[in-house]
């Protein structure tokens, strides 16, 4: 059960948007739309930001948005702010009651 | 508010069970299924395996061999047990909770390191 598939690294400036791609299989993100999204600053605790592929849980800033197409999921964030720069995970469920993670992308604030 | 704190060891010997515990404050264990997760030092995450109260598990496929979960309802903690391990399974370990049905967790833990060092 291999990770699934993020960029290393993007980057934008303040106000621009920028778009963080999860490509998977038909066994995970293509499968079930169960996709989910979390920012973690290093040295916090992980928060989630998107669920079931374009869901916001309650407080989260609608300036973070999810969208799905076949076996990529797709986490754009608007306004870039400076806050903004943090690690970025997807996830997905892949049947069974078993889940996986993406490798995780960096978010660089110009 | 519910809260989540991960404690045990932060040092195990190779070969040895790597035992954490998980306290859940704010609400009832059994309200929830439970999973824990982990972040080797400069990688990504990794699931480990969930948990509910009933005893219904299910771990990640590359770990099952090695992982078993469990609950003490009566303290309100859930707890991992690794055992086997060796310096691959150094890593920042948390504890998380996912919102029902989801597989997606809206709660997690501030994380317990625990390094496999003899």
């Known amino acids: 059960q291999s990770a699934l598939t993020q960029p290393a690294s993007v980057s934008g400036s303040p106000g621009q948007s920028i778009t963080i791609s999860c490509t998977g299989t038909?066994?995970?993100?293509?499968?079930?739309?169960?996709v989910s999204w979390y920012q973690h600053h290093p040295g916090k605790a992980p928060t989630l930001l998107i669920f079931?592929?374009?869901k916001w849980p309650s407080g989260v800033s609608n300036r973070f948005s999810g969208s799905k197409s076949g076996n990529t999921a797709s986490l754009t964030v608007s306004g870039l702010q400076a806050e903004d720069e943090a690690d970025y995970y997807c996830?997905?469920?892949?049947?069974?009651?078993?889940?996986?993670f993406g490798g995780g992308t960096k978010l660089t604030v110009l | 508010q519910v809260q989540l704190q991960e404690s045990g060891p932060g040092l195990v010997k190779p070969s040895e069970t790597l035992s954490l515990t998980c306290t859940v404050s704010?609400?009832?264990?059994?309200?929830?299924?439970w999973s824990w997760v982990r972040q080797p030092p400069g990688k990504g995450l990794e699931w480990l395996g969930y948990?509910?109260?009933?005893?219904?598990?299910n771990y990640n496929p590359s770990l099952k061999s090695r992982v078993t979960l469990s609950v003490d309802t009566s303290k309100n903690q859930f707890s991992l047990k690794l055992s086997s391990v060796t310096a691959a399974d150094t890593a920042l370990y948390y504890c998380?909770?996912?919102?029902?049905?989801?597989?997606?967790?809206?709660?997690w833990g501030r994380g317990t390191l625990v390094t496999v060092s003899s």
């Open positions: 998380a909770k996912e919102i029902p049905g989801r597989t997606s967790f809206d709660l």
């Open positions: 704010g609400d009832s264990i059994s309200n929830y299924y």
């Open positions: 948990f509910y109260f009933s005893g219904s598990t």
């Open positions: 038909s066994s995970d993100v293509g499968g079930y739309d169960y």
């Open positions: 079931d592929v374009n």
């Open positions: 996830s997905s469920y892949t049947g069974r009651r078993t889940m996986i």
